[in-house]
């Protein structure tokens, strides 16, 4: 038995386009539009019809290509089956599209294509922050340029931010499986504040995780602020309708933080500037009512000095009287003491014993013999003079 040549990917994959454009050279298809993706050159979308859908490249070379369709649209679109060379997907390569019925549908509306899920735009106009943002939660591959860039205005203009990073698989069949991880991480986290979801461009099939019923319903569990930065501007999928805020990049995600700071900044800087003048207004207010107390008290305060310059006056006047009266003192206090110099000269000779006279001096007795029975005497000592009455001799 001969073993037939094994094929590679590549050439599997040639061999089915070639049977294709053979079996199918050219084909009309009706359905409705679904899951658009625009990029610079192309644009991707899905043809639905119930239980099935098929995927559809329009090249903007075509001639067709000005033609605006949305979602919700019923088209029908000519071209070719081809297959998509890096995933293995049939789709039809669009040469011309036709609208037949124009649907064009709100975000919210966009939702409603998924039977029962339960997910819900939100309104991205009334979201505001009150608070200044401290604590930023970020799903995003930790070796993207995404993350990098979203680092890089952090360490210029959020040094207190604080940043806790989910690494996530942003794309192939495990990417879902990763955010749902991802999500069970952040509802055990209290302190976030909000949440960015972000990855750089791609193709269609790199973001179609992005614009799965699952994407929908798994971050409707996610309660905080949602910013989604996937792809480019161009770039369309529905986890951004389903996000608080919907930004064309990485950088442009996290200047949402800056400019939360900056409006906080300005606050700050108005709350400072009327502090100030508050305080200039009650300075200007209580100088007047000092003013006004400092009139008021101009007439008693005259009153009061003119008043201690009389003290000041008596006061000199009764220092000179004093002294006066106290040199006056002085002199009849020497005069004394020589008056009492002299006296103390004279009767130098009684100064050690009693003197004794008759009472009427005109006797100075010196000898006991010399009194009489009756005879009333004074004796004078140096401290004084009493009288005494002989009563026996």
């Known amino acids: 038995m001969i073993e037939k040549k094994a094929l590679t990917i590549t050439e599997l994959i040639k061999v089915l386009k070639n049977c294709l454009n053979l079996q199918f050279p050219g084909i009309s298809v009706i359905g409705v539009i679904s899951d658009v993706y625009r ?12 239980g099935s859908k098929i995927k559809c490249v329009q090249m903007s070379t075509n001639a067709n290509s000005n033609i605006a369709v949305d979602l919700g649209d019923k088209v029908r679109a000519n071209g070719t089956i081809s297959v998509f060379g890096k995933s293995g997907e049939i789709h039809i390569l669009v040469s011309r599209l036709e609208v037949l019925a124009s649907n064009c549908i709100e975000p919210e509306d966009r939702l409603k294509q998924f039977p029962n899920s339960g997910a819900e735009v939100k309104n991205i106009k009334a979201v505001d922050f009150d608070l200044l943002i401290k604590s930023v939660g970020i799903i995003t591959s930790v070796d993207g340029a995404a993350l990098s860039d979203i680092l890089a205005v952090v360490g210029d203009e959020l040094p207190y931010l604080d940043i806790k990073i989910f690494p996530a698989v942003m794309q192939g069949k495990n990417a879902f499986e990763s955010f749902r991880n991802c999500v069970d991480q952040i509802l055990c986290h209290k302190d976030i504040d909000i949440l960015i979801i972000t990855r750089g461009g791609g193709s269609y099939e790199d973001l179609s995780v992005f614009n799965s019923e ?18 480019h501007a161009k770039d369309d999928v529905l986890l951004n309708h389903v996000a608080d805020f919907n930004v064309a990049t990485p950088t442009s995600a996290i200047q949402k933080i800056v400019a939360n700071k900056n409006k906080f900044k300005s606050r700050i800087r108005e709350l400072e500037s009327n502090l100030s003048n508050s305080i200039e207004r009650l300075l200007i207010k209580k100088t007047n009512e000092m003013k006004n107390v400092l009139a008021l008290l101009h007439t008693p305060s005259r009153t009061t000095e003119k008043h201690i310059r009389s003290l000041k006056a008596l006061e000199k006047r009764a220092s000179e009287v004093f002294h006066g009266v106290l040199l006056a003192r002085k002199q009849q206090l020497l005069q004394f003491e020589t008056i009492v110099e002299k006296l103390r000269k004279s009767n130098k000779k009684y100064s050690r014993n009693p003197v004794i006279f008759t009472k009427d001096r005109k006797k100075v007795i010196k000898s006991v013999y010399e009194l009489r029975r009756e005879d009333v ?3 004078k000592f140096k401290d004084g003079q009493v009288k005494v009455k002989v009563l026996n001799n």
Request: hydrophobic share 60%.
């Open 39 to 50: 990029a610079e050159g192309y644009t991707v979308f899905s043809l639905n019809e119930v």
């Open 214 to 231: 699952n994407i929908a319903n798994l971050f409707r569990l996610v309660k905080i602020p949602i910013i989604s930065a996937i792809g």
């Open 377 to 379: 005497l004074a004796i």
